[in-house]
């Protein structure tokens, strides 16, 4: 074995720099944080705070909310929640801006109440993770399931759960508006992306014989190590001013730090791309990305407020012209689905969609890491080829 102690020296060295420099998400359990460490805490790759919808920020909350995502001790995340959501109706005067704070049970056995490092025989499972039929309601926890009761369901909160094989872990929540029960699920993988979801169920059949949409708008306060100076790009051209533009041809954004060293880049999933922004032509949901400068306490294009009645989303309001160049920046991300009834909506070719108005369908996309990351405080494995 050949030893390059030079390289060794170097090593030893940037260990040392970057242990010092790895950072920790303090949690304020006065704001109802929680922090999650995975695998471990003592030696995480990940580490945030999480919170319950019914504690989230926003005009009526915005749905299961992380703070403070820390990636192999340095922060990529400062806020994601989604505090926008929409249900809008064809053919009716009818359309609804829903509340995210009103929690929903899910089925959830003890092992994956908030722990990790447990092996899983039972995953959490919504509403959204049992509802496949076009028509048929399976109803509120435990959905109609064999062998299950209620006392398998939670009373509303957040799951969290080692996936298979050490390949990550999530958190899952679901919360509901009236019929309508919606899931937010985060995986966290462990070289560093991220798989974001969101579920659209119907537990009752409510309005099921009316051809609808439904519109998430996600909020990523990405603040890639540290909130100055990071930038938005389009297809690696980088962004100056506040934006709001369609998602055409599967077009990547990415928020980068500083410099574009490294950051995340934003896959849409092929269900994101199946139903395009105004797909209804009411121009109430016209904009698929939202990229604009950070300001305290904006959440949400209409304020503090979250009328039921304000169903159309005002994107100006949020992107209003600032520069966005090398700043403190957040991106807004749609994902809509269409519940369609039968004999209901066109298809290209003539005939109609079947119906389908009870499936619960998801959308999200995949934050995937890209860049020049920092090594991970004592990881030598780079080093591998020169040590030996």
Same mark, same amino acid.
């Given at each position: 074995?050949?030893?390059?102690?030079?390289?060794?020296? $170097?090593?030893?060295?940037?260990?040392?720099?970057?242990?010092?420099?790895?950072?920790?998400?303090?949690?304020? $359990?006065?704001?109802?944080?929680?922090?999650?460490?995975?695998?471990?805490? !003592?030696?995480?790759?990940?580490?945030?705070?999480?919170?319950?919808?019914?504690?989230?920020?926003?005009?009526?909350?915005?749905?299961?909310?992380?703070?403070?995502?820390?990636?192999?001790?340095?922060?990529?995340?400062?806020?994601?929640?989604?505090?926008?959501?929409?249900?809008?109706?064809?053919?009716?005067?009818?359309?609804?801006?829903?509340?995210?704070?009103?929690?929903?049970?899910?089925?959830?056995?003890?092992?994956?109440?908030?722990?990790?490092?447990?092996?899983?025989?039972?995953?959490?499972?919504?509403?959204?993770?049992?509802?496949?039929?076009?028509? +048929?309601?399976?109803?509120?926890?435990?959905? $109609?399931?064999?062998?299950? !009761?209620?006392?398998?369901?939670?009373?509303?909160?957040?799951?969290?759960?080692?996936?298979?094989?050490?390949?990550?872990?999530?958190?899952?929540?679901?919360?509901?508006?009236?019929?309508?029960?919606?899931?937010?699920?985060?995986?966290?993988?462990?070289?560093?992306?991220?798989?974001?979801?969101?579920?659209?169920?119907?537990?009752?059949?409510?309005?099921?014989?009316?051809?609808?949409?439904?519109?998430?708008?996600?909020?990523?306060?990405?603040?890639?190590?540290?909130?100055?100076?990071?930038?938005?790009?389009?297809?690696?051209?980088?962004?100056?001013?506040?934006?709001?533009?369609?998602?055409?041809?599967?077009?990547?954004?990415?928020?980068?730090?500083?410099?574009?060293?490294?950051?995340?880049?934003?896959?849409?999933?092929?269900?994101?791309?199946?139903?395009?922004?105004?797909?209804?032509?009411?121009?109430?949901?016209?904009?698929?990305?939202?990229? !604009?400068?950070?300001?305290?306490?904006?959440?949400?294009?209409?304020?503090?407020?979250?009328?039921?009645?304000?169903?159309?989303?005002?994107?100006?309001?949020?992107?209003?012209?600032?520069?966005?160049?090398?700043?403190?920046?957040?991106?807004?991300?749609? +994902?809509?689905?269409?519940? !369609?009834? +039968?004999?209901?909506? +066109?298809?290209?070719?003539?005939?109609?969609?079947?119906?389908?108005?009870?499936?619960?369908?998801?959308?999200?996309?995949?934050?995937?890491?890209?860049?020049?990351?920092?090594?991970?405080?004592?990881?030598?494995?780079?080093?591998?080829?020169?040590?030996?």
């Amino acid at each position: 074995m050949k030893r390059n102690y030079f390289l060794i020296a $170097a090593a030893l060295a940037l260990f040392s720099s970057q242990n010092a420099l790895a950072l920790s998400p303090v949690c304020n $359990a006065a704001a109802n944080e929680t922090k999650v460490s995975w695998p471990n805490a !003592t030696n995480p790759t990940w580490e945030m705070c999480w919170l319950r919808p019914i504690h989230s920020v926003g005009a009526e909350g915005s749905g299961l909310e992380l703070r403070n995502v820390h990636f192999r001790g340095v922060l990529v995340m400062k806020r994601s929640h989604a505090p926008i959501l929409f249900a809008e109706y064809r053919n009716v005067n009818t359309c609804y801006r829903d509340w995210k704070d009103v929690e929903a049970s899910m089925l959830v056995e003890p092992i994956v109440r908030n722990v990790l490092g447990t092996p899983v025989n039972f995953s959490s499972t919504t509403s959204c993770d049992i509802s496949g039929s076009a028509t +048929a309601s399976f109803g509120l926890c435990p959905f $109609a399931q064999p062998g299950r !009761t209620a006392a398998d369901c939670n009373n509303g909160g957040v799951a969290i759960e080692n996936l298979p094989a050490d390949s990550g872990f999530r958190i899952t929540s679901q919360y509901e508006a009236s019929w309508y029960k919606y899931t937010s699920r985060y995986s966290f993988m462990p070289n560093g992306d991220i798989n974001v979801e969101f579920g659209f169920g119907n537990s009752d059949g409510t309005l099921n014989n009316r051809t609808h949409w439904h519109h998430n708008y996600w909020r990523f306060d990405f603040d890639i190590d540290g909130a100055n100076r990071d930038q938005i790009s389009l297809n690696g051209t980088k962004l100056t001013t506040e934006f709001a533009s369609l998602r055409i041809n599967r077009q990547l954004y990415s928020v980068m730090d500083n410099g574009g060293q490294f950051g995340y880049e934003i896959n849409p999933s092929s269900n994101d791309m199946l139903f395009p922004a105004n797909e209804s032509g009411r121009n109430l949901h016209t904009v698929d990305i939202i990229g !604009t400068r950070h300001r305290a306490n904006e959440y949400t294009d209409r304020g503090s407020t979250n009328n039921l009645s304000d169903c159309q989303m005002l994107s100006g309001n949020l992107a209003d012209g600032e520069s966005i160049d090398d700043t403190d920046v957040v991106l807004y991300y749609r +994902a809509s689905v269409r519940d !369609t009834t +039968a004999n209901n909506w +066109a298809v290209p070719g003539g005939g109609f969609a079947p119906q389908d108005s009870m499936v619960c369908k998801r959308g999200g996309p995949v934050l995937k890491l890209v860049g020049n990351f920092p090594i991970q405080a004592g990881d030598f494995s780079l080093f591998k080829d020169s040590l030996e």
